[in-house]
C-alpha cells in the first residue's frame, strides 16, 4: 500500500521558473491538501479539495495554483518561483468522513529558489 | 500572538526517562486536539487524537488536556531513541476539520542511548 506519494523529493529552481509538485493517493481519500513547512513557523495550509473538482484556498495560498481532476492526484503548480517559496512541502489527505480527520502525509519535496 | 505555541526545543534526554511536551493555546474554539509524530525527511503521522478534558492513554504515551487552562501535553514514558522525532501539536474547532487544523511549530525530541 503506497499510501500518499509525492515527486519529486528535491527540487532547486531559478527564480521565475514554474513547476509542478505531484502528489497521488491510492486510499480513495476525498480530501486532500497542500502544506509547507518552513523553520520556526510550524505547518501552514497552501490549498485543499474535498473533492475532484473542488478546490479552495489555505492560509497562503499566493503564488501556488491546484486543481483536482481525479480522486487520486492533486497537483501543486508555483507559476513563477520566488526566494520565498523556498520551503518542504507536504501533501496529505483522509477520509472527508472521518471524525478524527486523520492526516495521512507524503514524505514531502525539498524546494530551493535561487 | 500565534493561536498556537510550542516551544521548539530541542529537547534531549536518556533513554528510560519521561519525555514531556506541552502547547498553549488561545483560541476557546479548538476542541480537538493532535499530536503528530515527525521523523526527519518523513512526512509527520498522527500519534495522538482526543476531545475531551483530562488524559488518554495509547501505550507509553499519554495526552493531556485542559480546556480551561487552554494547555495541552504529551508524555513519552520509558523513552526510547526510536521516540527521537519531532512532536507538532495540532487543533481544530470542529470534529474532523483538516482545513481548520493549526499546527504548533514542532518540538524536537532526542532521546540518548
Known amino acids: 500500500n503506497a499510501g500518499v506519494t509525492q515527486t519529486p523529493k528535491f527540487q532547486v529552481l531559478k527564480t521565475g521558473q514554474s513547476m509542478t509538485l505531484q502528489c497521488a493517493q491510492d486510499m480513495n481519500h476525498e480530501y486532500m491538501s497542500w502544506y509547507r513547512q518552513d523553520p520556526g513557523m510550524g505547518l501552514r495550509l497552501i490549498h485543499y479539495?474535498?473533492?475532484?473538482?473542488?478546490?479552495d484556498q489555505g492560509e497562503v495560498p499566493n503564488g501556488y495554483n491546484v486543481s483536482r481532476s481525479t480522486t487520486e492526484d492533486f497537483p501543486l503548480r508555483l507559476l513563477s518561483a520566488a526566494p520565498s517559496q523556498t520551503s518542504v512541502y507536504f501533501c496529505?489527505?483522509?477520509?472527508?468522513?472521518?471524525?478524527?480527520?486523520?492526516?495521512?502525509f507524503g514524505s514531502g519535496t525539498q524546494l530551493s529558489v535561487l | 500572538q500565534k493561536e498556537v505555541e510550542q516551544d521548539p526545543g530541542p529537547l534531549s534526554v536518556p533513554e528510560g526517562a519521561i519525555v514531556s511536551l506541552n502547547c498553549t493555546y488561545s483560541n476557546s474554539a479548538f476542541q480537538y486536539f493532535m499530536w503528530y509524530r515527525q521523523y526527519s525527511r518523513k512526512g509527520p503521522e498522527l500519534l495522538m487524537y482526543t476531545y475531551s478534558s483530562g488524559n488518554k492513554e495509547d501505550g507509553r504515551f499519554t495526552a493531556q488536556v485542559d480546556k480551561s487552562s487552554k494547555y495541552i501535553s504529551l508524555f513519552i514514558r520509558d523513552s526510547q531513541p526510536s521516540d527521537s522525532a519531532t512532536y507538532l501539536c495540532?487543533?481544530?474547532?470542529?470534529?474532523?476539520?483538516?482545513?481548520?487544523?493549526?499546527f504548533g511549530k514542532g518540538n524536537q525530541v532526542v532521546v540518548i542511548p
Open positions: 479539495s474535498v473533492g475532484a473538482g473542488i478546490t
Open positions: 496529505a489527505s483522509s477520509y472527508d468522513s472521518d471524525r478524527e480527520g486523520k492526516l495521512f
Open positions: 495540532a487543533m481544530s474547532p470542529v470534529p474532523g476539520g483538516n482545513n481548520r487544523l493549526a
